[in-house]
T-cell receptor
Framework: AQKITQTQPGMFVQEKEAVTLDCTYDTSDQSYGLFWYKQPSSGEMIFLIYQGSYDEQNATEGRYSLNFQKARKSANLVISASQLGDSAMYFCAMREFFTGGGNKLTFGTGTQLKVEL | SAVISQKPSRDICQRGTSLTIQCQVDSQVTMMFWYRQQPGQSLTLIATANQGSEATYESGFVIDKFPISRPNLTFSTLTVSNMSPEDSSIYLC???????????FGPGTRLLVL
């Protein structure tokens, strides 16, 4: 089974609108962390936001927020007030703190976001 | 946040040759990681580079193909040996910040093997 599933290969959003990028995960670890990264066409991986499995509140970083639903094993990224510069590939990733030594990040297949005028 | 640089940023190589990628971090870090991103794919961990000990390789990756050095707490190299076109990928260096539970990536090295 896939550990990280991103079911949206591509998404379109109009500038200034909000968009939600889906991510579901599968783990038997009680302690884990979830990450979102942005990868522009230049190829760099830009860290956006982190959510720990024991964090009671949803993480927020500026225009980014993580909708964490632990029982559903989902960690969706919400981008508010989309900008043209948000057009990029977005990856969800998970670190399991017990499985595999706790250092490996497992990535989903990514969602290509295109922001339109 | 950690600032990571990689050299070279890109290269075109002939099959059968080897390329060494350098990764420099602006602060001392315990662990450095090497990831590979094949064209149109997601990232896959190659190995964890530990200072003062052998690197730890993930399933499917071997030391003879991807030798790694970690001479100090701010520097690591990854060599891609005896290259074939299937090695054409982006190779990314990464470090973990234990204090704020974040993981940073370098700008990547784009490798094309002909």
């Amino acid at each position: 089974a896939q550990k990280i599933t991103q079911t949206q290969p591509g998404m379109f959003v109009q500038e200034k609108e909000a968009v939600t990028l889906d991510c579901t995960y599968d783990t038997s670890d009680q302690s884990y962390g979830l990450f979102w990264y942005k990868q522009p066409s230049s190829g760099e991986m830009i860290f956006l936001i982190y959510q720990g499995s024991y964090d009671e509140q949803n993480a927020t970083e500026g225009r980014y927020s993580l909708n964490f639903q632990k029982a559903r094993k989902s960690a969706n990224l919400v981008i508010s007030a989309s900008q043209l510069g948000d057009s990029a590939m977005y990856f969800c990733a998970m670190r399991e703190f017990f499985t595999g030594g706790g250092n490996k990040l497992t990535f989903g297949t990514g969602t290509q976001l295109k922001v339109e005028l | 946040s950690a600032v990571i640089s990689q050299k070279p940023s890109r290269d075109i190589c002939q099959r059968g040759t080897s390329l060494t990628i350098q990764c420099q971090v602006d602060s001392q870090v315990t662990m450095m990681f090497w990831y590979r991103q094949q064209p149109g794919q997601s990232l896959t961990l190659i190995a964890t580079a530990n200072q003062g000990s052998e690197a730890t390789y993930e399933s499917g990756f071997v030391i003879d193909k991807f030798p790694i050095s970690r001479p100090n707490l701010t520097f690591s190299t990854l060599t891609v040996s005896n290259m074939s076109p299937e090695d054409s990928s982006i190779y990314l260096c990464s470090v973990r910040d234990f204090k704020v539970e974040t993981q940073y990536f370098g700008p990547g090295t784009r490798l094309l093997v002909l």
